[in-house]
């Protein structure tokens, strides 16, 4: 190996052939770069420098029957934390600012591990403003937590709602994995009630301002002044058909009781209010929901969260002797005229007695005093099938469709039921309890409305529902939805019949007379379920003003006792605000209404 | 003695014009790249006022007598150790390097003009030895004189000019003819170190492969002894040198081996840096209207990523352009070094030729997306007033030497 001449031939060569061939090699690159694949690099050029920003819609409010706005959106500090450039340690500093138990921050952040960790997590909204000045003096100790105004629910009318509207709720995983193409990590939705149920409606449509951002996202202007944008749509405003007046009526009234209301415009299968009670506060889950008020609403042995209007399932007593009359007077089994004696009691197998001895009625007086005797005897006639099939015209023992969602589907027993259950030779006297709507009857109080409105409709109506339409902004109109509608084809003399002897539960003998009053006349029913568990369930169901009724009503009040003395007070008062509104306006003052009459002991 | 001569005769245009041709592009891609940048505003100005200093510079270099050079080279040398030690001692620290040296207003980077120090002094050296070194005394000198730069500038800690310094050292003992067997000893304990980076299998696998050229080249024991144990410690002692990097450096060896791995760290640069030149196209997004440029996508673009504004205001087009004038640089460089007939000076100009293809390929190779980030400038086009300086005043010496190249017989 001996050492080669100083700058020989050879070695240029070499230095050349380098030379050349990191050109070589730079060109081809370059090539490769700017022309083959100039479109993938140019496309992650744009998605670089230009973000879109998430312009999130106001959400659409809920006007009531009136235009009286129910919900709005009102503005709110939402404390975030984005975790790339939070510390830790400052979670209990933040536990303690906020006034909330120890590790709610950490659980949090935890709960939210699962997203990128430049995404701001929402950790609590609607913070006091002297949290939010807090912040603000702190913030160069606060890497990572920042604070934006939202908006969140307000209730401005004084109106729960809680079962009715239900909530909006940060979307959950499995939510946000069915449908990421519209949501992202951090974004409300409507949880429950008609937010839930109108969700697509009231969410609007989110919009993009595209801005240009540097290499540190820092926005440093709009891409194009704008031209690109698009602007978020507003969430459709909701006219609802509830009558704020009624319902908040119906909320005083149940508050510290358990139980339904529901009040319904019987031509239109409107619904003017619906209470569950207890309700819980919405306000409550403006905020980002404590662990601890969610837990105490599930273990409340009152069952706030439980929407007893349309789930609850109870016999529905007397009230569901007006069926029975109107099966047999439908089907010819009786006539007006037929009378059936009470001597205070009837026997088929055993003795089921009366709460009196009422000597000959026809229907409807059978209906005015609430005689069990007749209606012990009318079903056989009807015959437990035919019975059935009346129950399911008016829309027992399935769900009524009405659009918030959790419904339960009642039951209603045939005779294919009681065979299975003991065989052939079944106990034909377990009729003659369903015949007085009780026993294995089981319906809710929603249901029960759909049949008053029927009834004080002569059989027209349409699918209950609480959203009228929603209001077209531009032209103020409201754009109504369609619903389902109803016809029984029953004939309207049927109904005549035994709306006169609802009429005279209050306007004659019957056993809510106390509800007469000298401004309208309400025909009704009470009822009352029996409850092996305790006190019984207090039931009415009734509508006004008689003649050409515009409310329909159902209360149910839980282990209280007898309908016509817990019950029917209520529907009474909710009438009163519906019909007399203008009169109660105007005289501003709060009358007391004289209780005219004891109800009177029925059953 | 003719005095109407060509001008071209003692001055080498096709060096002189890419050169200033570069200069001018680089110019407009300093202004392109600092004009949105608030931190960066008075660059442009600054740069301008350093090219004309750095022409300044290139004249005297060009007029001087071709000998100065020689005389030179060991005060040059001593000196630019002295600036080396004491930048180390009061130097200003820019993006985690001592190599900042500050004089009122004005500053320059001592390791700049250790190159030129560097090149003399190991020419001179080299110059002097006759057609032989293969003595391993001679290497050793050699080295050393390349070397000491090398250590106190790694200790800034400066990477990406310490490659610049290997590589001119290589050039130069390639140039002087120095033996395959020469070669390998120089060049094998950098590649075992570089191997020793990728874990203990790479490591023990280049020590093989050393034992084996050792026994090709049949040497004494006592030798092949030596140049193993050499081996041996660079092994060794790069990961210790690896952990007494700074992080940053750690981080930007690491994510060569894989840039994806952190997008947004150290990858990031690389990846903003391809998708600025790809997204360029064949003509370009015009000047001043690259959205990657103009949004500082690259931190600093104006230094060491300028080619990234090129490629993608000026595209293909552009790109191309820039490498081509720099390959005729260098073709022109290559040319003068074998034509020249004093060994002193070829060694130079190889030397110069070494330090300027450096640049070039480890600063457009890592902007492009072939080679790790290293950060070194792209000579004439990169901002930096001691690196246009000192780039100028070596295309003084060459075109000195181009002037007076008919003077040696």
Same mark, same amino acid.
């Given at each position: 190996?001996?050492?080669?001449?100083?700058?020989?031939?050879?070695?240029?060569?070499?230095?050349?052939?380098?030379?050349?061939?990191?050109?070589?090699?730079?060109?081809?690159?370059? @090539?490769?770069?700017?022309?083959?694949?100039?479109?993938?690099?140019?496309?992650?050029?744009?998605?670089?420098?230009?973000?879109?920003?998430?312009?999130?819609?106001l959400?659409?409010?809920?006007y009531?029957r009136?235009?009286?706005?129910?919900?709005?959106?009102?503005?709110?500090?939402?404390l975030?934390?984005?975790?790339?450039?939070?510390?830790?340690?400052?979670?209990?500093?933040?536990?303690?600012?906020?006034?909330?138990?120890?590790?709610?921050?950490?659980?949090?952040?935890?709960?939210?591990?699962?997203?990128?960790?430049?995404?701001?997590?929402?950790v609590?909204?609607?913070?006091?403003? &002297?949290?939010?000045?807090?912040?603000?003096?702190? &913030?160069?100790?606060?890497?990572?937590?920042?604070?934006i105004?939202?908006?969140?629910?307000?209730?401005?009318?004084?109106?729960?709602?809680?079962?009715?509207?239900g909530?909006?709720?940060?979307?959950?995983?499995?939510?946000?994995?069915?449908?990421?193409?519209?949501?992202?990590?951090?974004?409300?939705?409507?949880?429950n009630?008609?937010?839930? %149920?109108?969700?697509?409606?009231?969410?609007?449509?989110?919009?993009?301002?595209?801005?240009?951002?540097?290499?540190?996202?820092?926005?440093?202007?709009?891409?194009k002044?704008?031209?690109?944008?698009?602007?978020s749509?507003?969430?459709?405003?909701?006219?609802?058909?509830?009558?704020?007046?009624?319902q908040?009526?119906?909320?005083?009234?149940?508050?510290?009781?358990?139980?339904?209301?529901?009040?319904?415009?019987?031509?239109?299968?409107e619904?003017?209010?619906?209470?569950?009670?207890?309700?819980?506060?919405?306000?409550?889950?403006?905020?980002?929901?404590?662990?601890?008020?969610?837990?105490?609403?599930?273990?409340?042995?009152?069952?706030?969260?439980?929407?007893r209007?349309?789930?609850?399932?109870?016999?529905?007593?007397?009230t569901?002797?007006?069926?029975?009359?109107?099966?047999?007077?439908?089907?010819?089994?009786?006539?007006?005229?037929?009378?059936?004696?009470?001597?205070?009691? @009837?026997?088929?197998?055993?003795?089921?007695?009366?709460?009196?001895?009422?000597?000959?009625?026809?229907?409807?007086h059978?209906i005015? #005093?609430?005689?069990?005797?007749?209606?012990?005897?009318?079903?056989?006639?009807?015959?437990?099938?035919?019975?059935?099939?009346?129950?399911?015209?008016?829309?027992?023992?399935?769900?009524?469709g009405?659009?918030?969602?959790?419904?339960?589907?009642?039951?209603?027993?045939?005779?294919?039921?009681?065979? #299975?259950?003991?065989?052939?030779?079944?106990?034909?006297?377990i009729?003659?309890?369903?015949?007085?709507?009780?026993?294995?009857?089981?319906?809710?109080?929603?249901?029960?409305?759909?049949?008053?409105?029927?009834?004080?409709?002569?059989?027209?109506?349409?699918?209950?529902?609480?959203?009228?339409?929603?209001?077209?902004?531009?032209?103020?109109?409201i754009v109504?939805?369609?619903?389902?509608?109803?016809?029984?084809?029953?004939?309207?003399?049927?109904?005549d019949?035994?709306?006169?002897?609802?009429?005279?539960?209050?306007?004659?003998a019957?056993?809510?007379?106390?509800?007469?009053?000298?401004?309208?006349?309400?025909?009704?029913?009470?009822?009352?379920?029996?409850?092996?568990?305790g006190?019984?369930?207090?039931?009415?169901?009734?509508?006004?003003?008689?003649?050409?009724?515009?409310?329909?009503?159902?209360?149910?009040?839980?282990?209280?006792?007898?309908?016509?003395t817990?019950?029917?007070?209520?529907?009474?008062?909710?009438m009163?605000?519906?019909?007399?509104?203008?009169?109660?306006?105007?005289?501003?003052?709060?009358?007391?209404?004289?209780v005219?009459?004891?109800?009177?002991?029925?059953? | 003695?003719?005095?109407?001569?060509?001008?071209?005769?003692?001055?080498?245009?096709?060096?002189?014009?890419?050169?200033? +041709?570069?200069?001018?592009?680089?110019?407009?891609?300093?202004?392109?790249?600092?004009?949105?940048?608030?931190?960066?505003?008075?660059?442009?100005e600054?740069?301008?006022?350093?090219t004309?200093?750095?022409?300044?510079?290139?004249?005297?270099?060009?007029?001087?007598?071709?000998?100065t050079?020689?005389?030179?080279?060991?005060?040059?040398?001593?000196?630019?150790?002295?600036f080396?030690?004491?930048v180390?001692?009061i130097?200003?620290?820019?993006s985690?390097?001592?190599?900042?040296?500050?004089?009122g207003?004005?500053?320059?980077?001592?390791?700049?003009?250790?190159?030129?120090?560097?090149?003399?002094?190991?020419?001179?050296?080299?110059?002097?030895?006759?057609?032989?070194?293969?003595?391993?005394?001679d290497?050793?000198?050699?080295?050393?004189?390349?070397?000491?730069?090398?250590?106190l500038?790694l200790?800034?800690?400066d /990477?990406?000019?310490?490659?610049?310094?290997?590589?001119?050292?290589?050039?130069?003992?390639?140039?002087?003819?120095?033996?395959?067997?020469?070669?390998?000893?120089?060049?094998?304990?950098?590649?075992?170190?570089?191997?020793?980076?990728?874990?203990?299998?790479?490591?023990?696998?280049?020590?093989?492969?050393?034992?084996?050229?050792?026994?090709?080249?049949?040497?004494?024991?006592?030798?092949?002894?030596?140049?193993?144990?050499?081996?041996?410690?660079?092994?060794?002692?790069t990961?210790?040198?690896?952990?007494?990097?700074?992080p940053?450096?750690?981080?930007?060896?690491?994510?060569?081996?894989?840039p994806?791995s952190?997008?947004?760290?150290?990858?990031?640069n690389?990846?903003q840096?391809?998708?600025?030149?790809?997204s360029?196209?064949?003509?370009g #997004?015009?000047?001043?209207?690259?959205?990657q440029?103009?949004?500082?996508?690259?931190?600093? %673009?104006?230094?060491?990523?300028?080619?990234?504004?090129?490629?993608?205001?000026?595209?293909?087009?552009?790109?191309?352009?820039?490498?081509?004038?720099?390959?005729?640089?260098?073709?022109?460089?290559?040319?003068?070094?074998?034509?020249?007939?004093?060994?002193?000076?070829?060694?130079?100009v190889?030397?110069?030729?070494?330090?300027?293809?450096?640049?070039?390929?480890?600063?457009?190779?890592m902007?492009?997306?072939?080679?790790?980030i290293?950060?070194?400038?792209?000579s004439f086009?990169?901002?930096?007033?001691?690196?246009?300086?000192?780039?100028?005043? /070596? +295309?003084?010496?060459?075109?000195?030497i181009?002037?007076?190249?008919?003077?040696?017989?």
């Open positions: 190996m001996s050492a080669v001449d100083f700058a020989s031939v050879n070695r240029k060569s070499i230095l050349y052939g380098i030379i050349i061939l990191v050109f070589a090699i730079f060109t081809i690159r370059l @090539f490769q770069m700017q022309v083959l694949n100039h479109e993938m690099y140019d496309e992650k050029s744009a998605g670089n420098s230009i973000k879109p920003i998430e312009q999130i819609p959400r659409g409010v809920f009531d009136n235009l009286n706005v129910l919900v709005d959106n009102i503005p709110a500090y939402t975030r934390i984005t975790p790339a450039y939070y510390d830790t340690s400052l979670n209990k500093v933040l536990d303690k600012v906020l006034g909330v138990n120890p590790g709610f921050v950490q659980s949090i952040l935890k709960r939210n591990q699962i997203y990128s960790k430049y995404i701001p997590i929402r609590r909204r609607g913070i006091d403003f &002297s949290i939010v000045s807090w912040l603000e003096e702190n &913030s160069e100790f606060l890497p990572g937590v920042d604070y105004v939202e908006m969140q629910r307000g209730y401005p009318y004084g109106v729960m709602g809680s079962h009715l509207f909530y909006t709720k940060e979307i959950s995983a499995q939510q946000l994995e069915k449908e990421k193409d519209y949501y992202k990590p951090g974004d409300y939705v409507g949880h009630g008609i937010e839930k %149920q109108y969700e697509k409606d009231l969410r609007g449509e989110k919009g993009f301002h595209y801005v240009l951002v540097d290499s540190r996202r820092r926005e440093i202007g709009r891409y002044d704008g031209e690109k944008d698009k602007e749509i507003k969430g459709k405003d909701l006219v609802l058909s509830i009558d704020g007046d009624v908040k009526v119906a909320e005083e009234e149940m508050r510290g009781k358990k139980g339904a209301v529901v009040a319904i415009e019987p031509s239109t299968g619904i003017l209010a619906l209470v569950s009670s207890p309700e819980y506060d919405l306000n409550q889950f403006s905020y980002i929901t404590s662990k601890d008020f969610l837990e105490e609403l599930y273990s409340d042995p009152d069952k706030p969260l439980f929407n209007a349309t789930m609850s399932l109870k016999p529905p007593g007397s569901y002797k007006i069926l029975a009359a109107i099966a047999a007077l439908d089907m010819g089994v009786i006539t007006p005229s037929t009378t059936i004696y009470c001597g205070g009691g @009837f026997t088929f197998g055993r003795f089921f007695k009366c709460h009196g001895s009422h000597g000959a009625v026809n229907v409807v059978a005015e #005093k609430s005689c069990n005797t007749f209606f012990y005897q009318l079903i056989y006639k009807i015959g437990l099938d035919k019975w059935k099939e009346y129950a399911m015209k008016f829309g027992f023992n399935q769900k009524t009405i659009d918030i969602g959790e419904e339960a589907a009642g039951f209603i027993p045939d005779e294919a039921y009681y065979k #299975k259950l003991y065989g052939e030779n079944w106990p034909r006297s009729m003659a309890s369903l015949g007085i709507g009780q026993g294995e009857v089981s319906v809710t109080p929603l249901q029960l409305a759909k049949y008053v409105a029927l009834i004080a409709n002569d059989g027209k109506s349409f699918r209950p529902h609480i959203v009228k339409g929603y209001l077209d902004n531009k032209t103020g109109n109504p939805y369609e619903f389902e509608k109803i016809n029984l084809n029953i004939k309207k003399e049927v109904f019949i035994v709306k006169e002897g609802m009429f005279l539960v209050v306007q004659g019957g056993t809510a007379t106390h509800l007469r009053n000298p401004d309208y006349h309400i025909s009704g029913k009470t009822g009352t379920a029996q409850n092996p568990h006190k019984d369930h207090a039931l009415f169901i009734g509508f006004a003003p008689s003649e050409k009724p515009t409310i329909a009503v159902v209360v149910v009040v839980e282990n209280v006792g007898f309908g016509g817990h019950a029917a007070p209520i529907a009474k008062k909710m009163d605000a519906y019909l007399l509104k203008d009169k109660l306006k105007n005289k501003k003052t709060t009358e007391v209404q004289p005219i009459a004891g109800a009177q002991i029925e059953d | 003695m003719r005095i109407d001569y060509k001008i071209s005769d003692k001055f080498d245009f096709k060096i002189f014009i890419p050169a200033t +041709l570069l200069v001018v592009i680089g110019l407009a891609a300093v202004y392109s790249a600092t004009l949105n940048n608030p931190a960066a505003v008075n660059n442009f600054k740069q301008l006022l350093a004309a200093v750095a022409y300044v510079v290139f004249f005297i270099a060009y007029s001087v007598p071709t000998n050079f020689k005389l030179i080279s060991i005060p040059a040398y001593l000196l630019s150790l002295l080396l030690v004491v180390l001692v130097g200003r620290k820019i985690g390097a001592k190599s900042w040296l500050a004089f207003p004005f500053g320059f980077q001592p390791s700049e003009f250790a190159k030129i120090g560097t090149i003399l002094l190991l020419a001179n050296f080299l110059s002097r030895l006759n057609n032989n070194i293969d003595s391993f005394k290497i050793l000198l050699a080295l050393a004189i390349g070397f000491i730069p090398i250590g500038i200790l800034e800690p /990477m990406g000019t310490s490659f610049i310094f290997i590589s001119l050292i290589l050039v130069i003992l390639f140039w002087k003819g120095i033996s395959l067997l020469g070669l390998f000893v120089v060049l094998s304990p950098g590649l075992v170190a570089i191997s020793s980076l990728f874990g203990s299998v790479p490591f023990i696998v280049s020590l093989l492969i050393v034992l084996v050229a050792l026994f090709f080249f049949k040497k004494d024991l006592f030798f092949s002894g030596s140049v193993f144990a050499i081996n041996l410690a660079a092994g060794f002692f990961d210790n040198l690896y952990n007494a990097l700074s940053h450096q750690q981080a930007r060896i690491k994510s060569f081996i894989d994806m952190d997008p947004l760290g150290t990858g990031y690389s990846i840096a391809m998708v600025a030149v790809g360029g196209g064949i003509f #997004k015009g000047y001043l209207q690259g959205n440029t103009q949004l500082q996508y690259i931190p600093e %673009q104006w230094t060491d990523f300028i080619y990234c504004a090129i490629g993608e205001e000026f595209g293909f087009i552009g790109a191309i352009l820039v490498i081509s004038l720099f390959l005729i640089i260098f073709l022109r460089l290559l040319n003068l070094a074998s034509t020249t007939k004093d060994e002193f000076l070829s060694l130079v190889i030397g110069i030729l070494g330090v300027y293809f450096t640049h070039f390929l480890i600063n457009v190779g902007v492009i997306g072939i080679l790790p290293i950060g070194v400038p792209l086009v990169s901002y930096g007033g001691s690196s246009m300086v000192s780039n100028m005043f /070596m +295309l003084g010496i060459v075109m000195n181009f002037r007076t190249r008919k003077n040696y017989a």
